[in-house]
């Protein structure tokens, strides 16, 4: 294929927390620059990753799912990292603390010592009631002592891509001592500040559909694996990926039959709730 001097990067954001469309011309030469790529032709990372650290087997981001991983022989974990209004990085999925705390309102708007105290286990479990939003440090301590790997999903509150990327990025690098944590977000301005404030962690940009750029933007970012709904991977999408030279996270898989497909067409990562139903025997 011809190389061309110059290769226009659409970025489509949608939200009032990202910018509108617009294009960014970078040179072909330069794309990719910082791509780890003796990481990618030796990726460490296991097949199985286990969806919220518990999937749907314990109360999600919470250190309960570790029991899960070790029940079910998970060796690496996907959870979502944002920040407190003190700049606390913690775990939660939503920008708002209703659906699984028994806090309310916008998360951004708590600080560290309020969201400390909430349950965020009864609405799963009346047995759970006693877990609380876990720390960043506390899940890496955990990592460390049971020998699980970390996909990172910087999570930004709303209008807070930048800083949360920032923190969590650097708060990672400090943190993970041993493996490398891979970092992902939806968010491009997210992922992009990670990238500035520790360059040496791997990253993986989150896309619920490919969009016809993606190769541009994963390529802007220095990403070293791409993260789509396998909904919408094909055998032929899933190819060129790979092709590019990256990697591939399909997320989230629940029926064994479609991540035993996944994994035949060349998936690298297999993102599930099903811990009890995904296992080795069916993606190897």
């Known amino acids: 294929m011809e190389e061309h001097p110059f290769a226009i990067l659409r970025i489509r ?12 011309f970078v040179k072909a030469s330069t794309m990719g620059n910082g791509i780890d790529q003796a990481l990618i032709a030796d990726w460490p ?8 650290i518990g999937g749907k087997l314990a109360p999600e981001n919470t250190l309960a799912g570790f029991e899960m991983c070790a029940r079910f022989g998970y060796k690496m974990i996907e959870f979502d990292a944002k920040l407190s209004s ?50 960043l440090s ?11 790997a970390a996909n990172i999903e910087i999570k930004p509150c709303p209008g807070r891509d930048e800083i949360t990327g920032r923190l969590v990025a650097l708060a990672a690098k400090d943190l993970w001592r041993a493996q490398k944590p891979l970092l992902s977000s939806f968010s491009f301005e997210a992922l992009k500040a990670a ?37 919408h991977l094909t055998q032929q999408n899933i190819r060129a990926i790979r092709d ?36 080795a025997d069916v993606v190897n």
Not at 45 to 52: I, Q, S
Not at 245 to 269: I, S
Request: proline share 5%.
């Open 45 to 52: 990372y296991p097949r199985l990753v286990a969806h919220r």
């Open 195 to 231: 990238r500035d404030a520790a360059p040496s962690l791997p990253r993986g940009m989150l896309f619920e559909a490919l969009p016809d750029d993606w190769l541009a933007i994963v390529r802007e970012l220095g990403c070293v694996s791409l993260h789509a709904n396998h909904k």
């Open 86 to 135: 003190d700049d606390q990085t913690f775990l939660l999925h939503d920008d708002d603390l209703d659906r699984t705390t028994n806090g309310h309102g916008p998360a951004a708007q708590h600080t560290w010592h309020q969201l400390a105290s909430l349950d965020a286990g009864g609405w799963f479990d009346s047995r759970f009631a006693d877990e609380r939003l876990p720390t």
């Open 13 to 24: 954001y949608i939200g009032a927390r990202r910018p509108q469309f617009h294009q960014i």
């Open 244 to 279: 590019a030279g990256l990697r591939v996270l399909a997320y989230t898989v629940n029926d064994p039959a479609r991540a035993r497909e996944l994994a035949k067409w060349g998936v690298d990562m297999i993102c599930t709730d099903r811990l009890d139903m995904i296992g």
């Open 138 to 148: 506390q899940v890496a301590a955990r990592c460390a002592t049971e020998a699980i």
